[in-house]
């Protein structure tokens, strides 16, 4: 990938799915930093130390399936739903909002960027009004304590792969 900035052919390197591991060997031997990574990101799965660890090396992190993507079609019936959460129901009731605003607006505000997937017009149209309003710090708080490091995209098939992000102590 640095090859394809040094010849002009792209601005900036990203990563997906990488976890500190794989970043600081990036940052240690690479030559170019990457300047975003994207992860899972959502109320039950905060990746806490992986953000802090983003954002004091300056790479920015961009939050898929912010709603835990509840359409997958491998969820189990009994699951419980993130946008159904009571919690985010009764903050979302207090801010006069829905609880996907509230889940993007918490995003926002712990410095991530946000892709939510929807093909529904007025579902689109409301995950973008989340400027008009900020989340206290006790909602923040609130929500981050849902967290649960339950990971919807856990790409299991890809378990076996000896660069499998989120394995236990992951080393190299």
Known sequence: MEKLVAEGLVRSIGVSNF?????RRVLT???????????EVHPYLTSDDLV?????NDIVVTAFSPFASPDRSWAPKEEKRLLDDPILQEVAKDNDKSPAQIVLRY?????????????????????????????????????????????????????P?????WKENYTE
């Open 52 to 56: 802090t660890f983003c954002h004091e």
């Open 107 to 159: 995003l926002l505000q712990r410095g991530l960027v946000a892709i939510p997937k929807s093909k529904t017009p007025s579902r689109i149209k409301s995950n973008i009004q989340v400027d008009s309003f900020e989340l206290s710090e006790d909602d923040m708080k609130k929500i981050g304590n849902l967290n649960k490091n339950f990971r919807a995209l856990a790409l299991e098939y890809d378990l």
């Open 161 to 165: 792969h000896k660069y499998y992000p």
């Open 29 to 39: 031997e690479g030559n170019i930093k990457p300047v975003v990574n994207q992860i």
């Open 19 to 23: 976890n500190q591991f794989q970043l």
